[in-house]
C-alpha cells in the first residue's frame, strides 16, 4: 500500500443547501498519477478547491500531505501545491509577462510586485516555459497570449515552486489538436518522470489523458462513480454509469477514446 499524498474521507460539500461533493473518499498515493473525469458541475473542480486548500470541507476530512485541513497553515500548505486553473488565470493581470507569471508562484503571488527577481529563479521560470514549448512567448503579455499558449504558460507555472502536489484544472480546454497533443505529450513525459510530484489532472476527454496516468476518478453530482487503476476503473460501463449515456470505451497503446455507442 503507497503512502497517501492526499486523502478525502466523507467529504460533504454544501452551497446554498446543495451538495456539491456528497460523501466523497478518495486517496491519492505517492506518485500517483490521476485524471478526474465527469460532466459539467459534477464536482471536479470543487475537489480540486479542496485539494489546493482554497476550501474546506463543510463534512468530512481532508489530508494533503500528510496535514489535515483545518489543522494545518494553508499558507504553509499552498507553496507545496503547484495549481493551474481557469479560476488563477482569470486573476493574472493581463500586461504581466509570461515569464513573470511563472517567477511569481515562486513567491505565492499572481502579479508582479517588486521590480527584480533571483536570475536562478527567472533561469527555472523560461526553462519551464521551453519545456512546455512557449520558451519564446517569455517576454509577452499575458493578456496578448492565445488560449492554447496561457495554458501552458500557467502549467509551466504550476511546476515552479517544485510542488509536492501538482493539480491540473483542464489544462487542454481550448487547445486545438496540434496543442492538444502537444500538451499531452509533454504532460505524458512529466507522468513518466519519476521526479513529478503526484498528480491530479481534470479533463472532460479521456482523449485528453496523458500517457502514463496511474488512476482515475470519475465523478457525477457530486459522488464518485468509480475511483481506482486506470485500467480496470475507466471502463464503457463506468463511463456510461458516469456520462449516463451509452459510451464505449477503448485503450489504444497508453491512449483512450471513448464514443457513444450507436443505437442503430
Ligand atoms: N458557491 C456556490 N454556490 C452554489 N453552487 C455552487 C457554488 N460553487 C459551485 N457550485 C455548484 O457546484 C457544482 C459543482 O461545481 P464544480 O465547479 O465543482 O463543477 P465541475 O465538475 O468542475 O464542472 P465543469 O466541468 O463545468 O467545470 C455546480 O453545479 C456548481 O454550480
Ligand atoms: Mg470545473
Request: proline fraction near 5%; glycine fraction near 10%; hydrophobic fraction near 40%.
Amino acid at each position: 500500500m503507497s503512502v497517501s499524498a492526499a486523502s478525502l474521507n466523507d467529504v460533504t460539500v454544501r452551497r446554498s443547501g446543495a451538495a456539491i461533493l456528497d460523501g466523497v473518499s478518495l486517496e491519492i498515493g505517492e506518485g500517483e498519477r490521476w485524471a478526474v473525469l465527469g460532466p459539467n458541475g459534477a464536482g471536479k473542480s470543487t475537489l480540486v478547491r479542496l485539494l489546493s486548500a482554497r476550501m474546506h470541507p463543510t463534512a468530512g476530512t481532508v489530508e494533503i500531505l500528510g496535514e489535515r485541513l483545518g489543522k494545518v497553515d494553508i499558507f504553509e500548505l499552498r507553496p507545496l501545491i503547484g495549481l493551474a486553473s481557469q479560476e488563477l488565470a482569470d486573476t493574472v493581470p493581463v500586461e504581466e509577462s509570461a515569464e513573470n507569471v511563472v517567477v511569481t508562484a515562486g513567491y505565492g503571488v499572481v502579479g508582479r510586485w517588486r521590480e527584480e527577481y533571483d536570475e536562478v529563479d527567472l533561469e527555472r521560470a523560461r526553462t519551464l516555459l521551453a519545456a512546455f514549448g512557449v520558451g519564446d512567448l517569455a517576454s509577452r503579455m499575458f493578456g496578448t497570449l492565445s488560449t492554447g499558449e496561457r495554458k501552458r504558460v500557467l502549467a509551466a507555472r504550476a511546476l515552479m515552486t517544485d510542488p509536492e502536489l501538482l493539480l491540473l484544472d483542464e489544462p487542454a480546454a481550448g487547445l486545438d489538436l496540434g496543442g492538444r497533443e502537444s500538451l499531452v505529450r509533454t504532460l505524458g513525459r512529466l507522468a513518466k518522470d519519476p521526479a513529478t510530484p503526484v498528480t491530479v489532472l481534470v479533463t472532460h476527454h479521456v482523449e485528453e489523458i496523458p500517457p502514463g496516468y496511474t488512476h482515475v476518478a470519475l465523478l457525477r453530482e457530486g459522488g464518485v462513480v468509480a475511483a481506482g487503476p486506470i485500467g480496470e476503473t475507466l471502463t464503457s460501463q463506468n463511463l456510461t454509469r458516469t456520462f449516463g449515456l451509452p459510451l464505449v470505451a477503448e485503450q489504444r497503446g497508453e491512449r483512450f477514446t471513448a464514443r457513444s455507442l450507436s443505437l442503430n
